[in-house]
């Protein structure tokens, strides 16, 4: 079995800065690619951001340049850096991750993290 637990949520002020994580465990063999994504009320899960096993990126345009996607191969885990936050930002945060459990391939979800900015 393969958990995600997402972390560093919260409330924030339009302009600051969150730090989100995402760590997988369990009988992992390969991570591929990890992402996150965001869902506001009433609206549907949309794509921020995307990391692939060899550290290649990409955003969403309404994030570009304030948001940064990396990962600790190491740790099984991901990051976003959150800056020049918007109310438009807040939505639960979900992590996406691409993995092997030895030559099966699957992808798992976390149960999101809330994010709120207030302006």
């Known amino acids: 079995q393969v958990q995600l637990v997402e972390s560093g949520g919260g409330l924030v002020q339009a302009g600051g800065s969150l730090r989100l994580s995402c760590a997988a465990s369990g009988t992992i063999s390969r991570i591929n690619a990890m992402g996150w994504y965001r869902q506001a009320p009433g609206k549907q899960r949309e794509l921020v951001a995307t990391?692939?096993?060899?550290?290649?990126?990409d955003y969403a345009d309404s994030v570009k340049g304030r948001f940064t996607i990396s990962r600790d191969n190491a740790k099984n885990t991901m990051y976003l850096q959150m800056n020049s936050l918007k109310p438009e930002d807040t939505a639960v945060y979900y992590c996406n991750v691409d993995l092997y459990i030895s030559l099966r391939r699957s992808q798992y979800w976390g149960r999101g993290t809330q994010v709120t900015v207030s302006s």
């Open positions: 990391i692939t096993s060899d550290a290649s990126t």
